[in-house]
């Protein structure tokens, strides 16, 4: 479709990584205003420089997870025969992640933060 347009491959992979950049970014300065909200007061930039180096390290682990799915699937650049075995993994680790996400009680774990940090006060 694009290259009917007369959109080259290399403009759209450029455009593509500059606006996933953009999104990706976005995303992570919102959770990152969040985090230092409720974090201790003075350790914000600590606090800053360990949640990204945690994301650094989510993002390499992700790619080479998918890595080894897709080796271990057999997935190639022209076999894509189990490529639906690849997202049904992907799904069950999501909701499987999710369960226990929801048994956390982060209203209590972010009131014993606000109760400790007297310079701040909970976020409602």
Known sequence: QRRVHGISDQVFA??????MTLIVETKALTTTIFLTRICLKNVEGTFFAIVNGLLLIAV???TELGAFLLF???VTEQNFDNYAYIT???KTYALVVFYFMWKLDFDAAINMVAEKNL???HLD
Request: charged share 15%; glycine share 12%; hydrophobic share 65%.
């Open 14 to 19: 450029v455009v593509y990584v500059i606006i």
């Open 60 to 62: 390499f682990l992700a």
């Open 72 to 74: 271990i699937f057999g």
């Open 88 to 90: 049904l993994v992907r």
């Open 119 to 121: 310079g701040r006060k």
